[in-house]
């Protein structure tokens, strides 16, 4: 079946540091492939996007490219804020199938 | 757009005790999602809707677990009767047949404690 796997954390980074949170995949077929984001409190948001191969979904500074011959998502951001300080959760949707299955999360924390 | 609504944002109750969660969709959604969020297991998907009929119920634990979606802009999870081991946040989410991609939307959710 469909799975995400993505790296254990928690990661802690220094403001501005540069960000990376690996995440690959398997699936039959060309999924869709998102990166939502839970602060604390609060239920996932979509963070990206991207629906097929070579496709790069960014947004608020985050961006991740759909790389189908390492079955890889990875979330990178150049130079992180407190604020982005949350769990990521790596998650894909099979074509013609609304189940998204989720990783399991990669919290992040980001000091000052 | 108002984005899913849950209710109650917390609650308490007793092991026993009946408990319902509710869900509103975003209008013209036509899927719709229940979970469960622990820290033990993560985030589990418990059963989904499609035009307000269940098409998966895999996820639901046991049979103290249930869930209606009456009509279009409303859902409920009941647990009757409650266990501590219930406590858990449950997000519902819902989501659009159409486009690319079947991204969900997902409300704040409800923060369950058993006692």
């Known amino acids: 079946g469909d799975s995400v796997t993505q790296m254990e954390g928690p990661v802690t980074l220094s403001e501005e540091a540069f960000l990376t949170i690996n995440c690959t995949y398997t699936?039959?077929?060309?999924?869709?492939l998102f990166w939502y984001v839970q602060y604390p409190g609060e239920g996932l948001q979509l963070l990206l996007k991207?629906?097929?191969?070579?496709d790069k979904g960014s947004n608020k500074g985050f961006e991740a490219t759909y790389r189908k011959e390492t079955t890889s998502f990875h979330l990178e951001k150049g130079s992180v804020q407190v604020s982005d300080s949350a769990v990521y959760f790596c998650?894909?949707?099979?074509?013609?199938?609304?189940?998204?299955?989720f990783g399991t999360g990669t919290k992040l924390q980001v000091i000052p | 757009d108002a984005g899913v609504i849950q209710s109650p944002r917390h609650e308490v109750t007793e092991m026993g005790q009946e408990v319902t969660l509710r869900c509103k969709p975003i209008?013209?959604?036509?899927?719709l999602f229940w979970y469960r969020q622990t820290m033990m297991r993560g985030l589990e998907l418990l059963i989904y809707f499609n035009n307000n009929v269940p098409i998966d119920d895999s996820g639901m634990p046991e049979d103290r677990f249930s869930a209606k979606m009456p009509n279009a802009s409303f859902s409920t999870l009941k647990i009757q009767p409650s266990e501590p081991r219930d406590s858990a946040v449950y997000f519902c989410a819902s989501s659009f047949h159409g486009g690319e991609s079947y991204e969900q939307y997902f409300g704040p959710g409800t923060r369950l404690t058993v006692t």
């Open positions: 699936a039959t077929g060309y999924p869709s």
């Open positions: 998650a894909l949707s099979a074509r013609g199938y609304q189940k998204v299955t």
């Open positions: 991207a629906t097929k191969a070579d």
């Open positions: 209008s013209g959604h036509d899927y």
